[in-house]
């Protein structure tokens, strides 16, 4: 059975093949006619396709022409003319699926036919690349082409203005980092205004290196957020200074989890100086978490592998897939700061969450996705689950001539660093250029001093100096060149050989360690052998290199111990090791896709209620209408719902909640009695206060004077309370996800319990913010000079300042004793009391 799955599968891959090349011979019919045009008929051709999708043609009807036009183009322009597998892999990428071409394919000229083709409709096409040197350099190189073919072309820099980015986001085809393109959205919705939005509705998405974007960057999520105050950053210096006084059995280190705990000694040791009873007490919660954070960072986060300390005395974290510094980035929950006080650095403020959103959402909100890689088969699986993406290996221009040599082992770091430093020394005296790929920084500085020692010149590419990183790879494959690189030089990067290389057999790649994901591996690999050429690669490991640790290595140990061999004999090289190696990876692999599941899981939560916050928060800003009716609504909605949640209680209590709430909330104290709604039925008493609210509305939209201010005021009326609300509620999502990780043992799905709660604390947040804007409506003081960024502050002071001193003097102190859980809060929120002052 298993036999005929393979067949089968493998003959839809012939199929689909067979199909591909047959439309790739399609395009090469139009050759010849292209070629007779001159340089002016060719550029007209853009404009024809234009007119002609306006006129109902669709993309698909224009395809073969269309790359038939960038393939003549790309000759006279750029002298390259695409190969059958490249217009193959162009028409996989149209088809919004993710072409997997080898290192050295020529994946960037591919980009250039589906780019074009869907830049037609002149609703934009992004192209993105993960970091801005790519970007940069690609818009540069293929800009020329689009350019001349009459497409305007734009890069999305970090750098650049709102009024920068909103042009570049405006050109046929934008070039962005990923990271660059969420920020983007995140903060159009965070915006006062519409003209200050700077995204067009998302169209078509061309990801190079997709995987890396798409898979091992999907389990960090994008966050914006802002400061909360620096009462706390003392406490981090406190617990940095007790962990680092701790002894090694003071602690509890699980080294495949990555998890560390205070041993007996260490809380007693920890006790003693927070002068505590007991750590572990319920008042000491925040303590813990200071020391939780201070153990990690001191004992599981290491300096130059996950972050490094630049010369503007700032933590940066360095990207584990791709050994770059990540601009931007902060480690959440305190351990940012944690590392702070261990570096003896500045300890930055906490932060709260304004917004935040995941790549795998971020990206499934394209009408069309696709992407380009050399290593994505290995994530099939996940691509088809997450992205409805499928994955389709398109052949190589020429057979591949590299010699991948099998796994070396030797039982030590030592040991498998003279072997390494050996090897690039006897290289290098013959004159073939090598590269040396590290996992950290850590690494590659290390083995900087090792070949310095040897007498072996050498550049070293990594975070700490990735501003020097074309010239450095531009000289990488010359004759005699030794460069260490972290897996900066894995991805785009193409590194040609110099006169006399192909003889002495091409670039080799040695790898000092195993990745965790082989899709890494691979990466380092295809820097070698691209295109045909000669090359060779060869991974060198350890007992003592963390994936070793974490999967059995103790067994190969005790088998060299027993043999007492040699270091010359002790290496082991072997199929079998290999398999095991990557046997280990599969199962990190697994265990990263279970992660990267589970956030997207509890996102897709969150997706949801972000879509129609935002939606409706768009609404609002692009509004060139009174905001009358939905504003009567949402006060009409909170009379409702207050009356509704006071009736549940004795009718004379009730009444005098009701009072009380529209005492404070609605109208002037002294113009409502008990004696009003006493003798009124449910309904009566909403229509009661409905009618006073709406004559308090008209006097205070009465004093904007006319149209404009009225429209102005209603806008930051509710865009600051939506924005606040909206705020506080993901601060709560936070601590609900974390709170339900722990009802897995008893027994509960954390998920559907999210699922749950989530709702009711959306139905609250909804409840609240109509409350909100209902009092501010009613009870802030108004001026006629509105400026929607100031007024936003300034309604929701002076509205508080203004509620307080005209509260009944028996309701200025609120008592919350003998409240139930699912009563209306006392303090007249709108919330539950136990979504509000009744929270544990």
């Known amino acids: 059975m298993v036999r005929n799955m393979l067949r089968s599968l493998i003959e839809n891959e012939k199929g689909e093949l067979r199909k591909l090349e047959k439309m790739a011979d399609k395009v090469f019919s139009y050759a010849e006619q292209m070629e007779a045009l001159s340089d002016e008929e060719l550029k007209a051709k853009t404009v024809e396709f234009k007119k002609r999708h306006m006129d109902g043609e669709s993309l698909d009807d224009l395809l073969f022409e269309a790359f038939a036009v960038v393939r003549e183009a790309a000759r006279r322009v750029l002298g390259l003319y695409p190969y059958k597998v490249q217009v193959m892999g162009g028409i996989v990428l149209h088809n919004g699926d993710v072409p997997e071409m080898r290192t050295g394919e020529g994946k960037t000229l591919t980009a250039t036919m589906p780019v074009y083709l869907n830049a037609l409709s002149g609703k934009g096409v992004h192209v993105v690349t993960v970091n801005e040197y790519l970007s940069t350099r690609d818009a540069t190189e293929m800009g020329e082409l689009y350019s001349w073919l009459g497409l305007s072309v734009g890069i999305n820099l970090a750098a650049k203005s709102p009024f920068e980015k909103r042009e570049a986001y405006n050109c046929d085809i934008t070039y962005s980092t990923n990271a660059e393109i969420g920020f983007d959205y995140l903060r159009d919705n965070m915006v006062v205004r519409a003209e200050e939005m700077v995204q067009r509705p998302l169209n078509y998405a061309l990801v190079d290196e997709v995987d890396s974007i798409l898979i091992d960057e999907a389990r960090t999520p994008l966050i914006v957020s802002g400061p909360q105050g620096s009462e706390t950053n003392q406490l981090y210096f406190l617990a940095d200074k007790l962990v680092k006084s701790l002894d090694q059995d003071d602690y509890i280190i699980d080294v495949p989890s990555k998890t560390i705990g205070l041993a007996d000694s260490g809380i007693d040791k920890a006790e003693k100086f927070f002068k505590l009873d007991n750590l572990y007490d319920i008042e000491n919660v925040a303590i813990t978490h200071f020391l939780d954070n201070a153990l990690r960072a001191n004992y599981i986060m290491t300096y130059d592998v996950d972050y490094l300390v630049n010369d503007e005395q700032e933590v940066m974290i360095i990207d584990p897939f791709t050994g770059r510094t990540m601009e931007g980035r902060r480690y959440s929950d305190g351990l940012h700061q944690a ?470 003097a028996h309701v200025a102190e609120v008592a919350f004793e003998g409240v139930h859980r699912n009563d209306p809060c006392p303090c007249q929120s709108g919330k539950k009391f136990k979504n509000c002052h009744g929270r544990k």
């Open 339 to 808: 590392i702070e006080a261990k570096e003896g650095v500045p300890v930055q403020n906490e932060s709260k969450t304004s917004a935040s959103i995941t790549y795998q959402n971020l990206f499934r909100m394209y009408k069309k996705l696709s992407g380009m890689t050399g290593t994505g088969k290995t994530e099939e699986e996940e691509f088809r689950e997450i992205y409805n993406i499928r994955i389709v290996p398109i052949p190589t221009n020429r057979p591949i001539a590299r010699i991948d040599h099998e796994d070396l082992l030797y039982p030590s770091l030592e040991y498998k660093f003279n072997a390494v430093v050996a090897d690039v020394k006897a290289r290098y005296e013959k004159g073939q250029p090598v590269l040396v790929g590290t996992v950290a920084v850590e690494t590659s500085d290390y083995l900087s001093q090792r070949l310095v020692a040897a007498g072996i010149p050498h550049e070293v590419l990594n975070a700490k100096n990735h501003y020097r990183e074309a010239q450095i790879i531009m000289n990488a494959g010359q004759r005699g060149a030794v460069t260490i690189a972290t897996n900066m030089a894995g991805r785009g990067t193409d590194i040609k050989l110099g006169p006399g290389v192909r003889e002495l057999g091409g670039l080799c790649v040695i790898g000092t360690e195993r990745h965790e994901s082989r899709r890494i591996d691979n990466q380092l690999r295809g820097r070698s052998g691209r295109q045909g050429d000669p090359g060779e690669s060869q991974f060198y490991l350890s007992l003592e290199d963390d994936l070793m640790k974490r999967f059995g290595s103790e067994r190969i140990k005790a088998f060299m111990d027993r043999m007492n061999l040699t270091e010359e004999e002790s290496v082991i090289k072997s199929g079998m090791l290999t398999r095991q190696v990557e046997a280990a990876q599969k199962r990190v692999e697994g265990n990263n896709y279970d992660s990267r599941k589970q956030v997207l899981q509890y996102d897709d939560v969150m997706r949801e209620q972000r879509e129609i916050i935002y939606s409706q928060r768009y609404d609002v800003i692009t509004a060139d209408r009174d905001l009358a009716p939905e504003i009567k609504s949402m006060i009409k909605r909170t009379i409702e719902r207050q009356v509704a949640a006071h009736h549940q209680s004795e009718h004379e209590e009730a009444i005098e909640g009701i009072l009380k709430f529209a005492q404070m909330n609605l109208v002037d104290e002294y113009s409502i009695h008990i004696e009003d709604l006493e003798n009124l039925s449910e309904e009566e008493i909403v229509e009661e206060l409905y009618n006073r609210s709406m004559e308090v509305y008209q006097s205070q939209v009465d004093k904007l004077k006319d149209a404009e201010r009225i429209q102005e005021f209603q806008k930051v009326l509710i865009l600051r309370v939506v924005d606040n609300k909206w705020t506080d509620h993901i601060d709560s999502m936070d601590q609900l996800r974390n709170a339900v990780s722990l009802r897995g043992y008893a027994q509960n799905n954390p998920i559907v319990e999210y699922q749950s709660e989530a709702f009711t604390m959306f139905n609250d947040m909804i409840g609240a913010i109509e409350f909100d804007v209902t009092r501010l409506m009613m009870k802030a003081q108004i001026h006629d000079n509105i400026e929607r960024e100031r007024a936003a502050q300034e309604a929701h002071t002076t509205a508080v300042k203004n509620i307080i001193p005209n509260q009944p």
